[in-house]
């Protein structure tokens, strides 16, 4: 053996030293203070506070779902509806307004204010007043109604008025939106309305006084601008039939419509 080779207990002490320096430099590399890490797991009280979204903050709507130019048997004019809201999921200040007009007169039509409330998913109360436009006496009514989705699809609106002289209405309303493709959409919508007693300042009868069904074909460039064409097709009833005639109005009409859509 040569003089210059270590015991083997010197061997084993210098395989040790050079084992645990690699180890010891590679934990120093790769630790962290436990305040550095509970820095990084939870971030502070105030920035959790700043990402929570306020899903019940109260926003704003305006949709004129027709705005549009016809042509029938009983002439050529503009006809509208629109509605807008603003208020939180539960609670909403609602208008809406629909009528037509021929002559540059409004012949009919009416403008509501809701406090609309939700009581189930998807539907809601809506309680307010009513103020009718157009030719003959302007009556007020008091309105209670509901709004909603039904499992199909399709948006409903029921709505029963009283008015100050002890009249009663209701209107029915039922919309269906179906989607050919991602621009090109077919919107059918019916109303009808009911009256308890023959007003014949208006022209209205008792009963159901007419019923509409309308087909409209649009066009999204985008969600807040459509184009649309379309068909609508109106039918008086009793004595607003009669009262048509009288004026010399047919109680059937067809009207071809061109408009716009205009959702901000």
């Avoid at 053996?1 to 120093?28: E, H, I």
């Avoid at 603003?86 to 009919?108: A, C, F, Q, T, V």
């Avoid at 436009?133 to 699809?153: E, K, M, R």
């Avoid at 399709?154 to 309303?173: I, P």
Wanted: aromatic content about 12%; some cysteine; overall charge negative.
């Amino acid at each position: 053996m040569s003089k210059c080779a270590l015991p083997l207990g010197a061997w084993f002490f210098v395989s040790a030293v050079c084992l645990a320096l690699p180890l010891n430099a590679s934990a120093q590399s790769t630790s962290m203070p436990m305040s550095g890490m509970t820095s990084m797991q939870s971030p502070p009280a105030a920035s959790m506070q700043n990402m929570d979204m306020n899903d019940n903050a109260s926003r704003g709507m305006l949709l004129i779902d027709q705005l549009e130019y016809a042509n029938g048997y009983n002439g050529n004019g503009p006809m509208w509806e629109a509605q807008g809201w603003y208020g939180n999921d539960n609670d909403k200040l609602w208008l809406r307004s629909e009528g037509e007009g021929s002559h540059g007169r409004i012949d009919e039509g009416d403008i509501e204010a809701f406090w609309s409330r939700l009581f189930f998913a998807f539907w809601s109360t809506q309680l307010g007043i009513r103020h009718d436009l157009g030719i003959g006496p302007h009556h007020d009514w008091a309105a209670f109604g509901i709004q909603g989705l039904t499992p199909y699809w399709v948006d409903l609106e029921a709505t029963a008025y009283a008015s100050g002289s002890g009249r009663l209405a209701a209107r029915m309303r039922a919309e269906y939106t179906l989607r050919f493709t991602q621009r090109w959409v077919l919107q059918p919508e019916f109303e009808a309305n009911l009256y308890d007693k023959d007003d014949p300042a208006q022209r209205i009868g008792d009963g159901v006084s007419n019923a509409q069904l309308g087909l409209r074909l649009r066009y999204e460039i985008s969600k807040q601008f459509a184009p649309y064409v379309g068909l609508v097709w109106t039918r008086r009833f009793g004595t607003t039939a009669s009262f048509a005639r009288e004026d010399r109005i047919p109680a059937f009409d067809r009207q071809f419509v061109v408009g716009l859509r205009v959702w901000l």
